[in-house]
């Protein structure tokens, strides 16, 4: 998903460069971002959860230990 986008916008944005488009660059640019964004938030989501699974395994540590 986030890395398609970028790749696309990557390639946009090189076509844009050659054919002296620059509304092309604009879009190739702004699809760049929205690509880098959303493998940003994907990355960020997967360590989130991976701490709610490592808090959730230290809880129930605890709760062992306790009984």
């Known amino acids: 998903m ?3 986008e970028s790749i696309k916008g ?3 944005q090189k076509v844009g460069d050659v054919t002296d488009d620059d509304a ?3 879009e190739g640019d ?3 971002t929205k690509g880098d964004e959303q493998t940003r938030e994907s990355r960020e989501r997967t360590e ?3 701490h ?3 808090a959730d395994a230290l809880e ?3 709760r062992s230990l306790e009984n």
């Open 2 to 4: 986030g890395i398609g």
């Open 10 to 12: 990557a390639v946009k």
């Open 24 to 26: 092309l660059q604009a």
């Open 30 to 32: 702004a699809q760049q």
């Open 48 to 50: 989130a959860k991976a």
């Open 52 to 54: 709610e699974e490592k």
């Open 60 to 62: 129930k540590e605890q």
